[in-house]
Each structure stands twice: as structure tokens, then as C-alpha cells.
């Protein structure tokens, strides 16, 4: 069975930062491509960042370049977002996920997704 949970979510003020961790099981995590989404209040779900299997590659919604890092452990079946410079905009339910089809950013579906955790930026 496959099982993602979230954690590190939070409410932060405007420039500061939070860790996004995933604890993942029940999957050959070390082989899977691994994402972070998001969705915002009446938006759609979008793809915050990609991770491939072995980490060497990874790719980022255009608006959180060079604000977050996705990594991962394949040791201990993690997956993590480092969220830097924290902006209202970035306030959404923060979804870990596996196997995501995505079109210009918008997730079309995933093969699964954890329960979610809040990020709230506001001062």
C-alpha cells in the first residue's frame, strides 16, 4: 500500500522559510520520479517541482525558481522541499507525489498523492 505524508507546513510571514519533508512507503521510491504540488483556494492543482529518480534532475514552476530546492533521500525514502523567500502568493495545500502527468505546469493526475499540508504566508 502505498503511503506519502507530509510534514513542515506552517505559517510563516512573508520572506521567511519552511522545510517540506515526505515520508514515503509501500513503492520502489529510489526508482520513481517525485514531485511537490500545490493548490491554491479555486486554482488549479499545479506542479511546484520534479525530481527525477536518481536527483540529478529536477525541474520548477517558473515562479519558484531560484526561491525553492526540492531534494531527496533515497536512503531513507524522503523527499523534501526547501522553501526560501516566501511569498502570499506561495499560500496553498502542498501536496508529495509520484508519477504526475503535467501540462504547462497544470497536473493533469498523479498515481498517488499524500493528504497534504498547509503553507500559509501572511504577515
Known amino acids: 500500500q502505498v503511503q506519502l505524508v507530509e510534514s513542515g507546513g506552517g505559517l510563516v510571514q512573508p520572506g521567511g522559510s519552511l522545510r517540506l519533508a515526505c515520508a514515503a512507503s509501500g513503492f520502489p521510491f529510489s526508482d520513481s520520479n517525485m514531485s511537490w504540488v500545490r493548490q491554491a483556494p479555486g486554482k488549479e492543482l499545479e506542479r511546484v517541482a520534479s525530481?527525477?529518480?536518481?536527483?540529478?534532475?529536477?525541474s520548477y514552476l517558473g515562479s519558484v525558481k531560484g526561491r525553492f530546492a526540492i531534494s531527496r533521500d533515497n536512503a531513507q525514502s524522503i523527499l523534501y522541499l526547501q522553501m526560501n523567500n516566501l511569498k502570499t502568493e506561495d499560500t496553498a495545500i502542498y501536496y508529495c507525489?509520484?508519477?504526475?502527468?503535467?501540462?504547462?505546469?497544470?497536473?493533469?493526475?498523479?498515481?498517488?498523492r499524500g493528504q497534504g499540508t498547509q503553507v500559509t504566508v501572511s504577515s
Open positions: 507525489a509520484q508519477a504526475c502527468t503535467v501540462a504547462d505546469d497544470t497536473v493533469r493526475r498523479c498515481d498517488d
Open positions: 525530481i527525477a529518480p536518481s536527483g540529478r534532475g529536477t
